[in-house]
C-alpha cells in the first residue's frame, strides 16, 4: 500500500509539472502574472513588477504612472475592490518574454495587467485596471463586451475617444455594438472608432444603469 500510495504520488507530481510546463509554453501570459520572477521581473513595489536594470528615473516613470492610473480608477468608482498585480516592459523584447503581442496592454484572466513600453501611461494603465475592477466589483455577472470597453475608456478619459467636456461622445454609437469579446475584436481591428462608439453608449445610458456600479 505505501509503495502504491509513492507510486501515485510520484505520478501526480509529474502529472502537475507537466501542467505547469504547458501552461508556461502555450500561455506564457498567464505564467508570467503568476510569476513574475520566474520571467525576469522585479518587485519595484508591492504588486507591481518591471524588467531588471531600469535607470533611477525609469523607476521613478513607472511608479508614477502606476500611482496616477491607481488615482483615476479610484476617483471613478469611488475606491478600488480589486488589487491586480501590473507587469511592466519597457522593452519589446521583454514584452513577447512574457506573452504579450501587438497591444498597448492587457487585462489577464480579469485578474492581472500587463503594460508593453506603448502602454506605459496613466490612459492605458487605467482602462486596462478599469477590466480588472468592474469584474471583481461583478462577482461573475456578465456583460457585454461593448459595455467592458466603454466603461474602461470612460474611467481611463481617453483622450482619442472622448471629448473633453459635455457630451464627450465623439462617435455616434452603430445599432448594434459587438457583444462578444471576439465579435469586439473583430470590430476593433476594422476601425478603432468602435471605442468611442461604445464609450458613447456607455456615457449616455446614465450611472444608475451601469453592472457593477449601482
Known sequence: MTRRLRIAGGVIALLLAAAVAVTAI????????????????????????AEPGLPPDRRRHVAEVVAQA????????????SAPDILVCLSDDCY?????????????LNRSVM??????????ASHELAHVELHARLGGEEVPQWF?????????????????????????????????????????SKDARVYAEAACQ???????????LR
Open 26 to 49: 502555450a500561455f506564457p501570459s498567464v505564467a508570467a502574472t503568476t510569476c513574475p520572477g520566474c520571467y525576469g521581473l522585479e518587485r519595484l513595489q508591492p504588486g507591481v513588477y
Open 148 to 188: 467592458d470597453e466603454g466603461l474602461a475608456v470612460l474611467v481611463s478619459g481617453d483622450p482619442r475617444y472622448l471629448a473633453p467636456a459635455g457630451d464627450r461622445c465623439l462617435a455616434e454609437p452603430r445599432a448594434s455594438l459587438p457583444v462578444t469579446l471576439a465579435e469586439w475584436l473583430r470590430a476593433a
Open 70 to 81: 491607481d488615482q483615476r480608477v479610484r476617483d471613478f468608482f469611488g475606491g478600488r475592490e
Open 202 to 212: 456607455v456615457s449616455r445610458s446614465g450611472r444608475d444603469d451601469w453592472p457593477g
Open 115 to 124: 503594460l508593453s513600453p506603448r502602454g506605459v501611461d496613466p490612459v492605458i
Open 96 to 108: 513577447r518574454r512574457i506573452g504579450g503581442g501587438r497591444e498597448r496592454g492587457i487585462a489577464v
